[in-house]
């Protein structure tokens, strides 16, 4: 009922390719047009509340707009995690490893995080396909299997209007204990596929990049990007003696949130001008 509903009824769309992008969600009722609905693929996603599926009435809708349906992949695109690869909560070296690190076999649960002699697995699923993961090498490089990094949505759902934009695995979660939304990099770039999909979702942005000059280098050009989309700017800071919030802890990371510093106009053309 809620799919037809969103086929059939008059909600205003955008269409983007092959893709139709839906003000309205008939599930959760967001109306700031993040309903993604892919016609040639059969699928539809809401960024707002994260559900979706497979379509209804596709063929029909597909033939309205003149889309021609994409043949099924072929077995050498077929993303697949190393048999290998198994919960790290279920390991003993592996919940050792968390404890290094400070983080929870719940939360690391909630992440679907793998583990296989010493490499972490990282999955995104998109309608419950994995369609890329990144991996943490033991000599602690992030490596990313998949096809389109760009679209690789690292959300960690929170409960404010902001968001935090972090770096790696680690600052992210433990950011996301102060109960914001976090975006999780595995780097120092914000993709434009990425970009328009945030900016869909929030008004408010807190940058949380490194201490050292590459994370200060990505601030500053993400706070560009973020400008140029007229939203609304802070930069949080790890304490000065951390390379990142992952070596932070709680204490260290609530009283850096109380020292949150906010963009205003002068600041960010500072910043734009700053070489």
Not at 72 to 89: F, G, H, M, T
Not at 162 to 188: W, Y
């Amino acid at each position: 009922m809620a799919i037809e509903l969103l086929f059939h009824s008059n909600v205003p769309y955008k269409r983007q390719g092959n893709e139709l992008i839906y003000k309205e969600c008939p599930l959760c009722g967001n109306e700031r047009f993040n309903v993604q609905v892919n016609l040639a693929k059969g699928l539809w996603h809401c960024w707002a509340c994260d559900r979706g599926g497979k379509l209804r009435g596709l063929s029909v809708l597909a033939a309205e707009h003149g889309i021609v349906e994409e043949p099924e992949s072929s077995a050498d695109n077929v993303i697949l995690l190393p048999e290998n690869a198994k919960p790290i909560w279920l390991s003993q070296t592996g919940t050792e490893y968390l404890e290094l690190r400070g983080v929870s076999g719940e939360e690391a649960r909630r992440l679907n995080i793998l583990y296989d002699h010493g490499n972490l697995y990282v999955p995104y699923f998109e309608n419950n396909n994995l369609v890329a993961f990144n991996v943490r090498t033991v000599e602690g490089k992030w490596i990313f299997n998949g096809t389109d990094r760009d679209t690789v949505h690292y959300l960690i759902r929170g409960n404010t209007d902001s968001i935090v934009l972090a770096e790696g695995l680690f600052d992210g979660i433990k950011l996301s204990r102060t109960g914001h939304n976090v975006f999780v990099l595995f780097g120092r770039v914000l993709y434009e596929k990425q970009l328009k999909r945030l900016v869909q979702l929030f008004d408010k942005f807190i940058l949380a990049l490194d201490n050292d000059k590459p994370g200060k280098m990505a601030t500053l050009k993400i706070a560009k990007q973020l400008d140029d989309n007229n939203r609304s700017l802070h930069i949080v800071r790890p304490p000065a003696e951390k390379k990142d919030f992952g070596e932070s802890t709680d204490e260290e990371i609530n009283q850096a949130f109380q020292n949150i510093k906010k963009l205003g106009v002068a600041e960010v053309l500072k910043m734009r001008w700053k070489k």
